[in-house]
């Protein structure tokens, strides 16, 4: 879409880039201002710079999350609540878990506004599917949302998904905070889930790393930080994390053996742990 095209829904600033938005780019899709698209294209020639491939890190947490999602229907979750879930894309969570069983409820959580519209557009016609405005910000107001508490019984298995949502924080305490909460929430049979941008750091480039930063200082979220494999397992704690355990989103539960270039010098990491 262009600005002139598009209706700007209140509370939009279409002049400050959504990492919604750039996620959304990085994928293809069109429902992006120019100043989101500027930033990414940023950050894709930064990538390019470092070998990395950000439009193809973008598609292979896509792949983990549907993969991910759908063991989990299959495991007889039938409750979901996607935290961050970004602009409807192609295969979204109702749609994989529709494929296995029919009366699954979902609720998708955003703060973008755009992002809120368009969910809602496409949800219109579904009701065991639902999206509120919250932050994964605040936890605890995500999880006593009273949307979210008559759609989910959390006194039964509910699959809590992060998806590349946690490095858009730079502090260490409150990321652990935000996850132990969301964490405390699950019962015997639940599930949680994420994926989290890491770097090998023996081939990080300081220079283009403090750049990226530069970049997502500019856009809604003010930030972006990278972490590595043993902090994500952390935030499994008191969870059993299922095999392979934390490991690159395009390596996990995989059947696929092609790997895109410029994943190699990092990218996604992903894990799921069961309660």
Request: hydrophobic share 40%.
């Amino acid at each position: 879409m262009t600005d002139e095209e598009q209706d700007v829904p209140p509370g939009v600033d279409p002049t400050v880039p959504s990492v919604a938005r750039m996620y959304d780019y990085y994928l293809g899709g069109k429902d992006n201002f120019a100043a989101d698209r500027e930033a990414a294209e940023k950050i894709i020639q930064i990538g390019m710079q470092t070998g990395g491939n950000i439009r193809e890190m973008a598609r292979a947490n896509r792949g983990f999350l549907r993969r991910a999602v759908r063991h989990m229907a299959e495991a007889g979750v039938r409750q979901f609540l996607d935290i961050g879930t970004g602009l409807p894309t192609q295969d979204n969570v109702h749609q994989v878990v529709a494929r296995v069983t029919p009366d699954a409820r979902v609720v998708y959580v955003d703060n973008d506004p755009i992002v809120l519209v368009h969910a809602r557009a496409l949800l219109a016609d579904t009701p065991d599917t639902i999206v509120i405005d919250g932050d994964v910000a605040d936890p605890r107001g995500i999880l006593e949302h009273p949307q979210v508490r008559a759609h989910l019984d959390f006194g039964k298995p509910v699959a809590i998904l992060l998806a590349a949502i946690l490095h858009f924080f730079h502090d260490d305490d409150q990321v652990a905070e935000i996850v132990s909460t969301f964490r405390s929430a699950l019962v015997p049979g639940g599930y949680l889930l994420i994926s989290h941008g890491y770097v090998e750091h023996e081939l990080a480039d300081p220079e283009k790393m403090e750049e990226t930063r530069e970049v997502y200082r500019g856009t809604s979220r003010g930030a972006i930080a990278w972490r590595d494999a043993e902090q994500v397992a952390g935030y499994f704690e008191g969870l059993r994390l299922l095999d392979p355990g934390v490991v690159p989103v395009q390596d996990w539960r995989n059947d696929d053996p092609y790997v895109p270039d410029g994943l190699s010098k990092g990218g996604v990491l992903g894990a799921v742990g069961r309660r």
